[in-house]
């Protein structure tokens, strides 16, 4: 933003506009590069924009707790800070050696640290020094952050009382740590302890039995440790949770029934049990009337009577995936779609006894339905999706998998009578060819985003069609190999505002398409050419030269491609971030011009 000024050299930005004003526009900024921009305008406006900044992202490796000890004194109303081990974030040099100045004297610094050896996790020194800097969080996440123990998280929740949400997912805290969770942050709604191996029934008991008022949502996944005995200690004292999210094996009916029956208001609940059985589905059926999202996986003791339970008494639910249910039946699918009239969106993933019958119910009784996944469904046929044509006609997502008996004609159902169709994803459904994607370009012209990977009777003629939907951004044709250049140059030409483009796999494309792509797509910001052999320099500098805003490329296996053009790809590109490419293309000059972008398949190739 440039500063207005008058004759006398006045900053008139500054001495007219209220600090209230400022605090306003910087609240309505979505990015975090346009916090970044605001902040040069001025020293005043750098002030406000750090009062004004209340979510942090930090990267778990990379000297986190420095970070941390930095980032208090800076953003003084954070409230929610998210740090994930799977971010790599390297702290610059001048800050690095400001810290291990303050190092001694800081309580975020550990032993480590002082000795010179640098602190790749964040650690509980960090973890008190986020409770030290940010007493006001209402929300923390902790993804895989494996050198968090206890004591860190119980200095955290020691300082941090107005604590809302918390994600622990993946870190080695035990029973004291989260036992102080549930005496400390009395307005608790939302826990995540999945991969929190450690964890017994002792710490949840103390938990549910601290934040049994305030918890809404809890997540429990591969902790060995706890069974039944903790999952009654929160059906006895959570009478307000909402959302349960529980993957274990030493869980039985008896614990799963005491949620459902003392957790009245329970809407989402995702199990993955396989020591429950039958009861449990019928008492949801039962207690739950306000279920609204539903999703059991690899249940290989569930029959039909109990969706029929769900369906007799869950009637506002919206949600349902149903993934490797080996005994559910067409009759499951027809007790849903009787009873479950308000259901939107519906997965049915590996359940070899449901076919076309079942989703035909659903096509009749669901007009509410807006996404539908089928994945390896096999008996599921054509005139099932003819169903959800005529009766869905509010459906925006598709996504199809491996089923072998869905063709054309089902394809050109929805298109007809889905005309507000906006996501399409098919893989390896080696029925479905050019007259179904055809049908999709004709009619469904809202469409953004579109994948048909190893499809292989899709052709050009199905992208000519594709190429009237103006609003796509995202397609996906690897694999698809009777794609070539007449195909992509349609797309060129026809789809302006496309982002994110897969072609990999194509043998018959070549430079033509790319120089037609940098023409007519210049808002491209990811391209995958893997695998694309007749792809040469020529085509990729034609697409650089007008893509500006490319962040990725990935052109593994590109015979034609040099280190040329990975030069140019580096260069030209301001925005990239990853190129994907074999090691020996990289010249010395390249790498250390961009090392840190690029990444190698193999580092022998």
Not at 212 to 217: E, N, Q, T
Request: aromatic letters at 4%; proline letters at 1%.
């Amino acid at each position: 933003m440039r500063r207005m000024r008058g004759g006398g050299g006045d900053d008139r930005i500054n001495t007219c506009l209220p600090e209230e004003l400022i605090v306003e526009i910087l609240r309505r900024l979505d990015s975090k590069p346009s916090h970044d921009a605001c902040s040069l305008v001025s020293k005043r406006w750098l002030a406000l924009e750090r009062l004004s900044r209340t979510t942090l992202r930090i990267g778990a490796t990379g000297s986190p707790d420095v970070y941390v000890n930095l980032l208090s004194r800076r953003f003084v109303n954070v409230r929610h800070v998210f740090v994930d081990e799977r971010l790599n974030i390297s702290l610059p040099v001048h800050l690095g050696s400001l810290a291990r100045r303050r190092g001694k004297k800081s309580s975020s610094y550990n032993k480590s640290e002082e000795d010179g050896v640098e602190t790749n996790s964040l650690s509980d020194a960090g973890m008190a020094a986020l409770g030290e800097g940010f007493p006001k969080l209402e929300k923390l996440s902790l993804i895989w952050c494996s050198n968090v123990s206890s004591v860190g998280l119980t200095s955290l929740a020691e300082k941090c009382r107005l604590l809302k949400s918390l994600d622990l997912q993946g870190c080695y805290v035990g029973d004291q740590g989260v036992a102080a969770v549930g005496k400390c942050c009395k307005q608790l709604e939302d826990l995540n302890l999945r991969f929190c191996e450690g964890l017994t029934d002792a710490c949840l008991v103390e938990l549910a039995s601290g934040v049994g008022k305030s918890l809404k949502s809890l997540g429990i996944a591969a902790c060995v440790k706890i069974t039944d005995v903790a999952l009654e200690a929160v059906g006895l004292h959570c009478k307000s949770l909402e959302s349960m999210l529980l993957d274990a094996e030493s869980i039985h009916n008896k614990g799963v029934l005491a949620v459902v029956h003392g957790c009245p208001a329970l809407k989402v609940l995702k199990l993955q049990c396989i020591n429950v059985t039958d009861d449990v589905l019928i008492a949801v059926g039962t207690y739950c009337s306000s279920m609204e999202f539903l999703a059991l996986y690899t249940f290989q003791r569930f029959t039909d009577k109990e969706l029929r339970a769900i369906g007799s008494g869950c009637k506002k639910l919206k949600n349902l995936t149903l993934s490797d249910c080996s005994f559910l039946s067409d009759k499951a699918l027809e007790s849903i779609a009787i009873g479950c009239k308000e259901l939107t969106h519906l997965e049915v993933n590996g359940c070899h006894n449901i076919g076309t019958l079942g989703l035909e119910s659903i096509g009749k009784s669901c007009p509410r339905l807006t996404e539908l996944a089928l994945l390896y469904c096999q008996r599921i046929g054509n005139f099932a999706l003819s169903e959800i044509g005529r009766g869905c006609k509010f459906l925006q997502a598709l996504h199809l998998v491996d089923c072998s008996s869905i063709g054309d004609e089902a394809i050109c159902s929805i298109a007809k009578g889905c005309r507000n169709l906006k996501k399409l994803h098919i893989r390896r459904c080696y029925e479905i060819g050019n007259k179904g994607v055809v049908a999709i370009g004709e009619h469904c012209r809202s469409l953004t985003d579109l994948s048909l990977r190893f499809c292989d009777r899709v052709g050009d003629e199905a992208l000519i069609a594709v190429s009237q939907c103006s609003s796509l951004q995202y397609l996906n044709v690897s694999g698809c190999h009777q794609i070539g250049d007449a195909g992509l140059i349609a797309i060129a030409r026809g789809c302006a505002e496309l982002t994110y483009l897969d072609v990999s796999v194509l043998q018959n494309l070549g430079d033509m398409s790319l120089a037609e792509l940098g023409e007519g797509c210049p808002n491209l910001k990811d391209i995958v050419l893997s695998h694309c052999r007749q792809i040469t320099d020529v085509g990729l500098n034609h697409l650089v030269k007008n893509c500006t805003m490319l962040s990725s490329c990935h052109m593994v296996y590109c015979q034609g491609i040099t280190s040329a053009a990975v030069a140019t790809v580096v260069s030209s590109c301001p925005n990239i971030k990853k190129v994907l490419v074999e090691k020996w293309k990289v010249s010395q000059r390249t790498k250390r011009r961009a090392g840190s972008i690029i990444s190698y398949l193999c580092v022998d190739l």
